[in-house]
């Protein structure tokens, strides 16, 4: 069973950085295609960006160019760099598998929440 433990949100102001954390365990993540989602304040969960085991990543419109997905596989940490953060990117962010994983998403965790404030 796929453990999912996101970290590093917090407040911070227009135009600033964060550097998101997940811990995965109980799978093999090294060759699971992973992804980023998040959820603002009464809307759907969306998709934030992908990446495959080998690295290679797809981002949505709203955050490209900003926001960097990378992960390490002997860690099993996937993570995101948000640059350039602007209000709208205020959300609950959470980790899980590329949604067209073929064992499907895992539980999810409990999220890291980011407030893009003045």
């Known amino acids: 069973q796929v453990h999912l433990v996101e970290s590093g949100g917090g407040l911070v102001q227009p135009g600033g950085s964060l550097r998101l954390s997940c811990a995965a365990s109980?799978?093999?993540?090294?060759?699971?295609?992973m992804a980023w989602y998040r959820q603002a304040p009464g809307k759907q969960r969306e998709l934030v960006g992908t990446?495959?085991?080998?690295?290679?990543?797809v981002y949505a419109d709203s955050v490209k160019s900003r926001f960097t997905i990378s992960r390490d596989n002997a860690k099993s940490t996937l993570y995101l760099q948000m640059n350039s953060l602007k209000p709208e990117d205020t959300a609950l962010y959470y980790c899980?598998?590329?949604?067209?994983?073929?064992?499907?998403?895992?539980?999810w965790g409990q999220g890291t929440q980011v407030t893009v404030s003045s």
């Open positions: 109980g799978s093999v993540f090294h060759i699971d295609a």
């Open positions: 990446i495959t085991s080998g690295g290679t990543t």
């Open positions: 899980n598998r590329d949604p067209r994983h073929p064992h499907g998403l895992a539980d």
